[in-house]
């Protein structure tokens, strides 16, 4: 059964940095976009970072640019969400998606996803 599963959240002291991951099992992510989502208790969800496999086109929301990177590895069909310069406003839950069939746009702009979808890691950055 395709699975998704989100790991590396905690707690962070401002200007720290964590690794999320985020393991597909049951299907190979290198004919998908894959994203990073977040939502903060109260707000809306955010479309963080997506990297479409197809074309190796990234995307980075404002908020994060600079900050946070997005990367793969293959040998483990795994991805990563890299954050540095942590700031209490990133605080939130922090899912990860997989889709075959929609654009780096489509994803993290338009948060358009019909394929699978994470449990969800929880970050929290607070002194």
């Known amino acids: 059964q395709p699975q998704l599963v989100e790991s590396g959240g905690g707690l962070v002291q401002p200007g720290g940095s964590l690794r999320l991951s985020c393991a597909a099992s049951?299907?190979?992510?290198?004919?998908?976009?894959i994203g990073w989502f977040r939502q903060a208790p109260g707000k809306e969800r955010e479309g963080v970072s997506c990297f479409s496999s197809s074309d190796g086109l990234t995307y980075y929301a404002d908020s994060i640019k600079g900050r946070f990177t997005i990367s793969r590895d293959n040998a483990k069909n795994t991805v990563h969400l890299q954050m540095s310069s942590l700031k209490p406003e990133d605080t939130a839950v922090y899912y990860c998606?997989?889709?075959?069939?929609?654009?780096?746009?489509?994803?993290?702009?338009?948060?358009?996803?019909?394929?699978?979808w994470g449990q969800g890691t929880q970050v929290t950055v607070s002194s």
């Open positions: 049951g299907f190979n992510l290198d004919y998908y976009t």
């Open positions: 998606a997989a889709d075959p069939h929609v654009t780096v746009r489509d994803m993290c702009v338009d948060q358009v996803v019909f394929g699978f």
